[in-house]
């Protein structure tokens, strides 16, 4: 059991943090700039970046998003323009999420516009990078939008855009966790089985359950921390199931193997007396 829990710290220690960094602030926007719609314009250019200073293929826009009563799919549309290798875009056009599509109304939100020149190499090898930078936003028809803390952050390649600053762990790492983690706690199970059906190891039985149990608690108040803290889905949904199953399953299998235990020690009292 203490194998099965020095692995599992371990996980968590060797989980991999985003390390962006932000190259630029487009202060101007720390207190919100709302548009409304206007007839006959979709496309409102909000900001330019001449000379963004970004050095790594990958980059994004990330900042605050609030609308109210949009028709239609808007979105927030990033454009890099890279001189003679031409202009390329990112819109936030997905169903959901920081690149979701702006319609209906929202409160604050994130929006994240990410970019990846990597595949786009010069003929003497090296990576492109943007010359020039604009946000724009594109409303198809009656609606008002809110914006504000816009940012512009680079990635060493490998990282992901996509993932929420300050978020704990990724969704590879999460998935990696749960299927060790699921494998281990089924190899447990099928031990404790055998032991407690046979009356032996009982130190080390309810022992490891009581760690689990412990673990259990630890991940339970850890999916609620991050869920207050809005660290988002795939950070807090698995540490509130880990938590769930571990706190309830266990506390129930921890009374029936007490009871077993119990059981096979009365027989066995029983049988001296006999």
């Known amino acids: 059991m203490k194998t099965l829990l020095a692995i599992l710290l371990v996980l968590v220690a060797s989980v991999p943090l985003q390390a962006d960094e932000q190259i630029k602030s487009v202060a101007y926007f720390a207190e919100p700039l709302t548009l409304s719609a206007e007839p006959g314009v979709e ?16 980059y994004a826009l990330k900042g605050m998003v609030r ?36 319609t209906g109304s929202s409160d604050w939100r994130q929006f994240v516009l990410p970019f990846n020149a990597s595949g786009g190499g010069q003929s003497d090898g090296a990576t492109p990078v943007p010359m020039v930078i604009t946000l724009s936003l594109n409303l198809p028809g009656p609606g008002t939008v809110s914006i504000r803390d816009v940012n512009l952050y680079q990635y060493a390649e490998g990282e992901s855009p996509m993932q929420s600053a300050g978020q704990w762990f990724r969704s590879r790492s999460a998935g990696l966790m749960g299927g060790i983690g699921g494998g281990l706690l089924g190899l447990w199970g099928a031990l404790i089985g055998v032991l407690a059906s046979r009356g032996k190891a009982r130190a080390f039985v309810l022992g490891s359950a009581n760690v689990l149990l412990v673990i259990g608690i630890a991940s339970l108040v850890g999916g609620i921390v991050a869920l207050a803290s809005s660290q988002p889905y795939v950070v807090y949904y698995p540490l509130l199931l880990i938590g769930i199953i571990l706190v309830f ?26």
Do not use: C, N, W
């Open 67 to 102: 609308y109210t009563d949009v028709e239609g799919d808007g979105f927030l549309q990033m454009d890099s323009h890279f001189g003679e290798l031409g202009t390329f875009f990112t819109k936030s056009l997905a169903a959901s999420g920081p690149l979701g599509k702006i």
């Open 43 to 58: 496309r409102h250019l909000l900001f330019e970046l001449t000379d963004p200073g970004v050095t790594s293929p990958v």
């Open 249 to 274: 399953v266990i506390s129930k299998l921890r009374g029936t193997l007490a009871a077993r235990y119990e059981e096979i020690e009365l027989k066995r009292m029983q049988s001296m007396d006999a």
